[in-house]
């Protein structure tokens, strides 16, 4: 990600090679089945408080495990999730996506689904 001077703000690289791993092996995804990442730019609010407040977001679900950590540069945070299926993780990412846009903007996230 840069910023709008086009300077490097965070990168990030996740390298999943089904090709040299089994699925269910560690250097994949372990016993889940999906992965989400979602990364949160701002700097409206200190990183550590917006990974504070991801992490204090209700999720009550046992399909899911996930992590939130501070991008360098002070540039936001990203959250990873691992789940049993891809429904479970997008449920998670937007429990996620919601207590970061209530942080930073005091709005809920939209509703994307389609009626």
């Given amino acids: 990600a840069f910023d709008l001077d086009g300077n490097?703000?965070?990168?990030?690289?996740?390298?999943?090679?089904?090709?040299?791993?089994?699925?269910?092996?560690?250097?994949?995804?372990?016993?889940?089945?999906?992965?989400?990442?979602?990364?949160?730019?701002?700097q409206k609010l200190h990183p550590a408080e917006l990974v504070e407040?991801?992490?204090?977001s209700p999720n009550d679900?046992?399909?899911?495990v996930s992590g939130v950590s501070e991008l360098p540069n002070g540039a936001g945070i990203s959250a990873r999730i691992l789940g049993n299926s891809a429904y479970a993780v997008d449920l998670a990412r937007t429990v996620a996506w919601n207590a970061a846009r209530l942080a930073l903007i005091g709005a809920p996230a939209p509703n994307l689904r389609k009626a």
């Fill in 8 to 42: 490097l703000m965070a990168a990030d690289r996740i390298a999943l090679e089904p090709q040299r791993y089994a699925n269910k092996s560690p250097a994949m995804l372990g016993e889940f089945n999906a992965l989400g990442v979602l990364y949160v730019f701002s």
């Fill in 53 to 56: 407040a991801v992490r204090a």
């Fill in 61 to 64: 679900d046992d399909q899911t």
